[in-house]
Structures are given as C-alpha cells and as structure tokens.
C-alpha cells in the first residue's frame, strides 16, 4: 500500500510578489524634461541675441546726385542700414521714417551718401536770406554746427556801451574751419539764415557789427 502524503497547508497564504516600479521609465520622463528645458532656454538665447544683433538704424541714402534746391522724393533715396556708436551720431541723417514732403536740398549730396539732416530743410527754411560772419573763436560755442538756433548779438568796442541782440533763434546755415591764427585772432566763418522778417533789422544790424563784434548765443539744442 502507497500512501500518499497531502503537503501541508498552512493557514498563511504564500507571500506576494513586490511590484517592481519602472525607474527606466521615470529616468526617462527626467530626461525628456530637462531636454525639452534645455530646447527653451537655447531658444531664448537666440531670440535675444538676434534682436540684439540688429542694433542698425535706417536712413535715406541718394540714389543719385542731388543738387541743391532739390525737392526731395522717395525716388530720389534708398533705404540703408547703417549701425551708429550714438543716437546723436544717428539723428544727424534723415531717417527712413521721416516725411519727405517739403523737405528741398539746401547743399549737394553725392549718389551714394547719407542724406544729413541739415542738407534737407523744409521749404521755409530754403526761402530764407544767407548772410555770412566772421566771428572770432571765443565768442561763439566750439562745436557749433550747421542747424543750430542761435541768437546774434554785437559787443560794441567801446566799453561804455551795451551789448546788443540783432536777432533770436536764427539757424546756422554753414561753419567753417578756424580761419587764421596771427595774433590769436583766429576766426570762424558762419553762415545765418536770416527770415523775412528779419530784413528790415538787416541795415542797422550790419552798421552795428562794423563798429562791434557780433557773438553767437546757441539755443538748447
């Protein structure tokens, strides 16, 4: 007789199995994240050094030679790109967003040149009568330029008598270089652009200068 023996039960059951949580998988979710931050932060960076990059102002440029006494049209131009050290350096040439209407050449540019601001005044600023001065070094600002407002006035040379303002907000057409230097009497050569209005002073100002030394005042730029 075989006798077959039952295994033996007990009242506990086998242990379970742990479950196993996937590491790849969350290793791979952390991969992906830093991935898809790594894609941002590289696309920002380019964003910001492009617009960085393009730090380059638009003027007008002449498309051909332009004489004086040009009235100026979009024809005339072409738009270039030019990157300046200084907004002043920048404002000193007509943008590309200006408006041309009215605007005449009161000097000539070359084809190919930037178009400066003081070359392209408008048609009022064109009508009006040009009168040359000498002035002598110190009484004018050493960096007066061409579209400066200044106010003319003479120092007799007599002392007793007043200085005397001929005329107020007057432009500066044109300046020279320093013009002689024998006995520190170096001089600058400034051309004023005088409006009707201001020609009745014309006579009583010119006699005024001739027994005087006319100074200029510059305006705030």
Sequence with gaps: MHVVESPVRSGFAAPSTPTRR???ARWKDGRLLLGVLLVAITALAGAKLL???DDTTAIWAADRDLPAGT?????????V???FTSSDEAN?????????NGLVMVRAVKAGEFV??????????????ELPL??????LPADTAAGDQVDVWVIPKTPEQPAKKLWDTVRVVQVDTVKGVAGGSARRQVLIGLDPADLPQLPAALASMSTGEPVLVRRGR
């Design 22 to 24: 996937n590491s790849r």
């Design 51 to 53: 617009s960085s990059a």
């Design 71 to 79: 009235k100026l049209i979009a024809d005339d131009l072409t738009t």
């Design 81 to 83: 790109r030019v990157r």
């Design 92 to 100: 000193q040439y007509v943008a590309a967003d200006a408006d041309l």
């Design 116 to 129: 400066p601001r003081q070359a392209a005044v408008p048609q009022a600023d064109n009508d009006r009568t």
């Design 134 to 139: 000498s002035i002598a070094t110190g009484r």
